[in-house]
């Protein structure tokens, strides 16, 4: 692929995203979003969220590692805990990466 092909590739999509993001502002005075849609798209932030960072805790080279010798599976595990108990996301960042550093140095 040439690379007038991918920039014309490249603008277009970010066309079509910021068309996307604007259309939002100009209908939202003609369209009413449903309540219950709503409510769902508050946890939209943290699904894409997981979606990047969910392989690199499970995967190690390329293979699903659900055993005690993932440090990252571990450190992420008791990340969740920080922040089921405590519900303070610098605590759980915090918390997270110290373990992981103590398990990567043990492991």
Do not use: C, K
Request: aromatic share 10%; net charge positive.
């Amino acid at each position: 692929m040439n690379q007038t092909r991918l920039l014309i590739i490249m603008l277009g999509m970010a066309v079509i995203t910021y068309a996307i993001r604007l259309s939002f502002f100009f209908l939202q005075d003609r369209v009413r979003i449903p309540t219950g849609f709503q409510q769902a798209l508050r946890f939209a932030p943290a699904a894409v969220l997981m979606g990047l960072v969910a392989p690199s805790i499970l995967f190690r080279d390329g293979i699903l590692a659900l055993n005690w010798g993932n440090e990252r599976l571990l450190a992420a595990v008791l990340a969740g805990l920080i922040a089921w108990r405590t519900g303070n996301i610098l605590l759980t960042i915090a918390g997270g990466m110290v373990a992981l550093w103590l398990l990567q140095a043990v492991l």
